[in-house]
């Protein structure tokens, strides 16, 4: 399918539902809140839905709290978006929403998307779902906002760890200076990305950093944040984002984990690669999913067995890259 199968979708709908994926990141919020920017501009009846709340670090940007959460007895919208979604799953309660709509569309860039709805525009060459939903802003000829360029700017500012990771490439930049050039200020929001951390965020990280371990001769470091770290610290669950890159930027470490103990008891398990490991396939033996450089997995598991089960399947990618 291509944009143009997107533009007669979005012409035929009045009412239009966006959601987001559960323990959203600024990717997910970023191009959610810039493509309801985009159609409300068109006239279209918008809503934002997503099962978490918006992590502190993203409440800046423009209309981040309008997001509803889901009661199961919202009415059928004329067209549901998922947006930065792999799979159903990833919505979490609100792809109650997503099944009811009288049309779906997906909207994604990660290779391991199932392509779950009516028109698929999954791009797997793009570093954010942020730059399909520029691209599709341009494809409809309308002026990008500055509110939309600043949500856009997060979503892959984010996602490409600040224009650092492997993913990045050329198109990222390109659409970078066209959103600078929308009047936004890509200073102000590097600072309130990733330079405005609560004391609370600070004194989880020194916990996380206290269960650091290195394993396979220093090429795997491991993190773990438990609920009494996070009760202690006084952190919220959402503050726990990229705290993995601690573990990653280690020298000599190809590798971090961060292993942290979910509310409902199960593990989320964040993996970041420096490119040497295809972490999507590590993530994809415990039924997660992402990129090359940066996935997870939530396993309902205990964290002892966890962390036992990945370093063993660690192990075995290692020696298979030998």
Do not use: W
């Amino acid at each position: 399918m291509t944009i143009k199968d997107v533009h007669l979708y979005l012409r035929q709908s009045e009412r239009i539902a966006l959601i987001a994926h559960i323990q959203p990141d600024g990717d997910t919020i970023g191009s959610c809140l810039a493509l309801a920017d985009i159609l409300k501009a068109e006239g279209k009846s918008v809503d934002l839905y997503c099962q978490d709340n918006v992590p502190e670090a993203l409440k800046f940007l423009q209309d981040s709290d309008q997001f509803l959460h889901c009661t199961g007895n919202e009415d059928a919208y004329d067209l549901a978006i998922a947006v930065d979604c792999s799979d159903k799953e990833r919505m979490g309660t609100c792809s109650s929403v997503f099944d009811a709509g009288r049309h779906s569309i997906n909207i994604d860039h990660h290779i391991s998307n199932t392509m779950y709805a009516e028109l698929n525009l999954v791009d797997t060459n793009a570093a954010a779902t942020g730059e399909i939903i520029y691209a599709l802003a341009k494809s409809l000829n309308k002026q990008i906002s500055r509110n939309a360029a600043e949500a856009l700017y997060a979503a892959i500012s984010t996602d490409t760890g600040s224009f650092c990771f492997s993913s990045t490439t050329s198109r990222s930049y390109r659409i970078a200076a066209d959103l600078l050039d929308c009047g936004i200020d890509a200073e102000r929001i590097t600072t309130l990305l990733y330079k405005s951390n609560r004391i609370e965020r600070i004194r989880l990280l020194g916990r996380a950093l206290n269960s650091l371990s290195l394993y396979e001769n220093g090429k795997v470091a491991l993190m773990i944040i438990t609920r009494e770290d996070l009760s202690a610290s006084g952190a919220l669950d959402s503050e726990t984002e990229n705290l993995v890159n601690y573990a990653k930027d280690i020298m000599g470490v190809e590798l971090g984990i961060l292993l942290k103990e979910a509310a409902d008891g199960s593990i989320k398990a964040s993996f970041r690669s420096k490119g040497n490991i295809d972490v999507s396939i590590l993530a994809g033996r415990f039924n997660g999913g992402g990129h090359k450089a940066a996935s997870g997995a939530s396993i309902k598991m205990e964290m002892g067995k966890v962390k036992e089960s990945i370093l063993a399947a660690v192990h075995e990618m290692l020696k298979e890259c030998r």
